[in-house]
């Protein structure tokens, strides 16, 4: 809110004075440590079971699996505590408290999770994943404020888990307790109606298959009887049902001790890493090195102006100094400067800001708030002109970075369902054209969300629907190749490149000169920046400058082309020496009760 009502009173000319009344601790200044907190824990809590439906199905049934997942949820809640706490110093105290909902948050989603497995299966996931993420973190109220949103995400922030246990987390931490309880109320509901409705499906199912073994076992015994004396009647023989046992890390299904640590390391370690890299980049922003230019016909009042605010601001700012507003207007526009300050001269008395709305609103509200402030003390004027304004359906400037996020989540994700379902689909000749229609499909679903049916994007639609198809398909290619050597848990390296680390490294949520100078590197390598740069490019600058983001995403797509070829070459040349007999696929059987 105050981002929003700030400009506002400078535009008025009135002076800006902020009382908090809560104020954020040193540590969490920029107050996203509740949200990365309750984002980590919803992971724990729905990831799991997906993973535990194709790799290790005898741990779902409800008496192991309510053990075990108890376990589960005091690990995962240690660690959250652990990371945000003593290694981060995000939250401090109330360690308990933070224990205990943590706990109630991760078991109470896991026994959900179970009750919907039940009946959907590994299509769960995909429910999961809408109701704790993509409807969660718009009610949440973390991220942004649920009172921007539309009313239906007010009455979803009463019922999700992702708003519950931010609220619950924010109320222990900064607000002495208070409603806490009224936050937890919805998982003691849910724990309760998931361990019902779960055990009544058990019951429903092993009365259908009693009721269906005593017809086999009479329909047996009436042919018994009806056959010669001498001829015995072959017994009725259970036939277990036959479940493809996908193994995390390629090759063979690994033993049962093995696997079963497998799929516990590969949630935990997704935790562990989105919330490790993406707090410490971001729980404490810091402005450093901010390129703007002090603008005066003469060079040397420029300087003498530069140096004085270099001695008040230390490494705020990287000032430059420049003779003309045009050039100035125009670097700041190719996003070169953050800002330019044009002094005042005899043909204008007021001074002029030059920023960009769309470059960032966070590193815009820097440069606006200091020299506002350096130009009530020096007694002029200042006029402030965005260069590119974001539009009114972007007031926050965060469309572009979901639409580049879901066209990266689209690129990993497609090949990850192929990777657990069809990996004969990755070899390169059958790959391609398969990630080319889902590129495009992907894209076009994309565009119709946040155009059509949400209204959020108003830029070009064909240019969209090319950079989002590039993307998806460019990231495929790279996920292919890391899924043939590694399997299913070429996800973690996916996800952490391209998500935890792309997604700070973008500065679509956090301005690149806020963070640990490594992120600014990465932001001209990896495709989440690159693709985020894209979109903007289209939407706010005409196309300027679009070359290098396409550049980086095409040479991401080589990168994983060539791999691929390189593995399948590697692959088909140690198939050619193999012995005839060769081993065939292993299959696990597993009792049709398994998960019952």
């Not at 497995?117 to 109701?131: D, N, Q």
């Not at 922003?285 to 009042?301: D, F, Q």
Request: glycine share 12%; net charge neutral.
């Amino acid at each position: 809110m105050q981002q929003i009502l700030t400009p506002v009173a400078l535009d008025a000319g009135l002076t800006v004075t902020v009382d908090e009344l809560t104020p954020l601790p040193a540590g969490d200044s920029a107050g996203i440590a509740v949200m990365f907190m309750a984002m980590a824990l919803m992971l724990a809590g729905y990831m799991p079971i997906g993973i535990m439906l194709t790799g290790a199905p005898e741990l779902l049934k409800l008496r192991r699996f309510v053990p075990i997942w108890a376990g589960w949820s005091a690990l995962i809640s240690a660690v959250v505590w652990f990371i945000a706490g003593p290694v981060i110093g995000a939250v401090s105290g109330h360690t308990a408290a933070i224990l205990g909902i943590g706990w109630l948050a991760v078991f109470s989603i896991g026994l959900v999770q179970l009750f919907l497995s039940r009946i959907l299966g590994a299509a769960a996931v995909l429910v999961g994943m809408l109701l704790v993420v993509v409807l969660g973190m718009p009610a949440s109220n973390l991220a942004m404020s649920v009172h921007t949103m539309p009313g239906f995400f007010g009455w979803l922030h009463d019922i999700l888990p992702l708003a519950g246990v931010g609220e619950a987390l924010r109320s222990v931490l900064y607000f002495g307790g208070d409603g806490t309880g009224g936050y937890l109320v919805r998982f003691v509901v849910a724990i309760v109606l998931a361990l019902l409705l779960t055990a009544g499906v058990d019951w429903s199912r092993r009365r259908k298959q009693a009721a269906q073994d005593r017809a086999a076992a009479a329909e047996a015994a009436g042919w018994s009887d009806a056959l010669p004396s001498e001829v015995e009647a072959p017994a009725p023989a259970a036939k277990p049902a036959t479940v493809r046992m996908v193994p995390l890390a390629g090759g063979k299904p690994r033993s049962t001790p093995v696997r079963y640590l497998m799929l516990a390391l590969f949630p935990f370690s997704m935790v562990a890493l989105m919330l490790g890299i993406m707090l410490t980049a971001m729980h404490s922003p810091t402005p450093v090195g901010l390129p703007v230019a002090i603008v005066c016909s003469s060079e040397g009042a420029a300087a003498q102006l530069a140096q004085g605010l270099e001695a008040s601001t230390g490494d705020m700012f990287a000032f430059r100094t420049e003779l003309s507003a045009e050039t100035a207007d125009e670097l700041v526009y190719s996003g070169e400067l953050v800002g330019a300050l044009v002094l005042p001269d005899a043909g204008n008395p007021a001074a002029t800001l030059y920023s960009s709305g769309a470059a960032g609103t966070g590193q815009q509200l820097v440069v606006q708030r200091v020299f506002q402030q350096t130009a009530q003390q020096a007694g002029f004027e200042l006029k402030q002109i965005d260069v590119a304004p974001l539009n009114s359906t972007d007031t926050g400037g965060a469309v572009s970075l979901y639409i580049a996020m879901s066209w990266v989540m689209a690129g990993f994700l497609g090949v990850t369902v192929l990777a657990g379902g069809a990996p004969k689909q990755l070899r390169v000749r059958k790959l391609l054209p398969t990630m080319a229609g889902w590129a495009v499909f992907m894209s076009l679903v994309t565009w119709l969300i946040a155009g059509p049916i949400v209204g959020a994007y108003q830029g070009p639609v064909w240019a969209l629907l090319g950079i989002g198809a590039l993307t998806v398909f460019c990231l495929s290619l790279v996920t292919a190749a890391l899924a043939r050597l590694m399997g299913l848990l070429a996800v973690v390296p996916v996800v952490t490149l391209f998500m935890f680390i792309g997604v700070p490294a973008s500065g679509g949520g956090l301005s690149t000169y806020m963070q640990p100078g490594l992120f600014q590197t990465l932001h001209d390598v990896l495709p989440l920046p690159a693709a985020l740069d894209a979109v903007r490019a289209i939407t706010y600058y005409g196309g300027a400058g679009i070359g290098q983001p396409l550049l980086t995403l095409g040479v991401w797509g080589v990168c994983g082309l060539v791999a691929g070829l390189v593995i399948s070459a590697v692959q088909n040349a140690r198939s050619a020496r193999r012995a005839p007999g060769a081993a065939p696929t292993v299959l696990a059987t597993v009792p049709a009760t398994a998960v019952s």
